[in-house]
């Protein structure tokens, strides 16, 4: 059974910083590279940041320099160190497998956690 709970989202203000938490099964954990998610209003899913079994990690460009992925193997849990924070990184954050169609988890997200930048 697939388990994934986000947590750490709140209300800043811009330039403000966050850090997420997300505790996944060890089934999916142990096998797969992992990945934060995030779906702004009115906006599709998109990949933001994803560290693979070995720790190393990749961002998309919007987020390179301000956001960092990070992975601990003996509590199963992934973060997202969020720093220097836009209204434009206003969204529901999630976390799965990388690629979850190939994982096997597409059917497996949590509720995500809000995360709002706002003055």
């Known amino acids: 059974q697939v388990q994934l709970v986000e947590s750490g989202g709140g209300l800043v203000q811009p330039g403000g910083s966050l850090r997420l938490s997300c505790a996944a099964s060890?089934?999916?954990?142990?096998?797969?590279?992992m990945g934060w998610f995030r779906q702004g209003p009115g906006k599709e899913r998109e990949l933001v940041a994803t560290i693979s079994i070995s720790g190393s990690t990749n961002y998309v460009y919007s987020v390179k320099g301000r956001f960092t992925i990070s992975r601990d193997n003996a509590k199963n849990t992934v973060y997202l160190q969020m720093n220097s924070l836009k209204p434009e990184d206003t969204a529901v954050y999630y976390c799965?497998?990388?690629?979850?169609?190939?994982?096997?988890?597409?059917?497996?997200w949590g509720q995500g956690t809000q995360v709002t930048v706002s003055s």
């Open positions: 060890g089934s999916i954990f142990s096998n797969n590279a």
């Open positions: 799965n497998a990388a690629r979850p169609e190939v994982a096997g988890t597409a059917r497996s």
